[in-house]
């Protein structure tokens, strides 16, 4: 997770009220390119979950996490737009919004 990313999320839980302990990171199957992002604030890892980082931490559970190796969560703002982006070097396309990819 870039550092951008970081204070990006911890912004997002002040404003909600939310103690930002870590995120949830996953895969789902949809989306126009097949697979989709999903992504939540969550207090603790389950009990089969991948854990990476310190602050906040992000949980990935293991089937997700074979299509996340590798993955940079990064947060940018432009003329482009404003939102987080997942640099995935396992997509081989993804969607003109970057919010879904193929594998």
Same mark, same amino acid.
């Given at each position: ?9 911890? %912004?997002?839980? &002040? =404003?909600?009220?939310? @103690?930002?302990?870590?995120?949830? $990171?996953?895969?789902?199957? +949809? /989306?126009?390119? !097949? ?22 931490? %992000?949980?990935? &559970? =293991?089937?997700?996490? @074979?299509?996340?190796?590798?993955? $940079?969560?990064?947060?940018? +703002? /432009?003329?482009? !737009? ?22």
């Amino acid at each position: 997770m870039s550092p951008s990313a970081a204070e990006r999320l911890q %912004i997002m839980a &002040d =404003k909600s009220g939310v @103690e930002l302990v870590g995120v949830r $990171v996953a895969v789902l199957g +949809g /989306g126009c390119a !097949g697979f989709s992002y999903d992504m939540d604030f969550e207090d603790s890892a389950d009990s089969d979950d991948l854990v990476f980082g310190d602050h906040p931490k %992000i949980f990935v &559970d =293991k089937k997700s996490h @074979e299509y996340l190796d590798g993955t $940079v969560l990064e947060f940018t +703002g /432009g003329l482009k !737009g404003v939102g987080f982006v997942f640099k995935n070097p396992n997509a081989e396309s993804t969607c003109g919004c970057g919010t879904s990819f193929s594998v």
